[in-house]
């Protein structure tokens, strides 16, 4: 099982969510830690995409400059955030935002093949 979660993972399956679901429900993890490590996880796997990017000039800067600011800043508080509300509410509220995007992703995509044809 973790193989598998981590050739779906890497393959951009499900990405973040798909192994916050796996820490929690086969590895047993309380949810706040397995937010913790994901969050690890996609720092070290955006440091290196950051690094490869760059290298190859990819990266506009002012983007950067404007989203670096508001990015950190709701970390901060969303970190805050989380260790004031009750596990079983952070639980479901992470179920509705995943459940949220996966919809609207197939949204996107449907209205996107629709405009290919």
């Known amino acids: ?45 955006s440091i290196s995409a950051a690094t490869v990017n760059l290298i190859k000039k990819r990266i506009s800067f002012l983007p950067v ?15 805050r955030l989380a260790t004031v509300i009750p596990i079983g509410a952070l639980k479901t509220a992470f179920g509705i935002f995943i459940s949220l995007v996966g919809v609207l992703g197939l949204i996107f995509e449907i209205k996107t093949s629709k405009k290919k044809k």
């Open 65 to 79: 400059i404007i989203i670096l600011p508001v990015g950190i800043t709701s970390a901060f508080f969303g970190f």
């Open 1 to 45: 099982m973790t193989f598998l979660t981590a050739l779906l993972t890497g393959l951009g399956v499900g990405s973040g969510g798909l192994y916050i679901f796996y820490l929690t429900l086969i590895r047993d993890l309380p949810q706040t830690t397995a937010q913790g490590i994901n969050l690890l996880f996609f720092i070290t796997a």
